[in-house]
């Protein structure tokens, strides 16, 4: 027969584990980065005449069944306004957003430009993926 004596001297603690800041801030971000959306954009061009584009910082991503907007967060190939870039005649132009994540619960959205001006880009009904990467054309 074996007796096992314990004394309180005997009893494991954990230990406090101390984070540094800096890691838990870098941790945050990484985080934020992942559940960002990308939009990859694609516009032709007529044949007949170069076009001026830019986007406007009013630009969101809308929950299709809640009052959520994903902000931009940066565009790519893109100027934000005021400035402009001129795309040649008869050539798709790409450029890319990233916005801000969109709700777990969200399956549907609308990439929409809200500007007191018509011709807003404007991409409808988006079905969500896994990956929250897209490609829409205009």
């Keep these: 027969m074996f007796i096992l004596h314990s004394s309180m001297s005997d009893v494991l603690t954990k230990p406090k584990i101390k984070i540094e800041e800096d890691l838990k801030k870098q941790i945050l971000e990484q ?7 990308i939009v990859h954009c694609n516009i032709r061009t007529p044949q007949q005449s170069p ?3 830019r986007i406007w910082p009013t630009t969101f ?3 299709h ?6 902000t931009l967060l940066h565009n790519e190939n893109i100027p934000l306004m005021p400035d402009w870039k001129m795309v040649p005649p008869g050539v798709t132009f790409r450029f890319t957003l990233i916005f ?10 609308h990439l929409v430009e809200l500007i007191p001006q018509s011709g807003g880009f404007e991409a409808l ?14």
């Design 125 to 138: 009904n988006i079905t969500r993926n896994d990956r929250d990467v897209y490609e829409v054309d205009f």
């Design 100 to 109: 801000s994540s969109l709700p777990k619960t969200c399956n549907k959205f």
């Design 61 to 63: 991503l809308l929950d």
């Design 65 to 70: 069944t809640s009052d959520h907007k994903s």
């Design 31 to 37: 985080e934020q980065l992942e559940q960002q959306v």
């Design 51 to 53: 076009i001026g584009v």
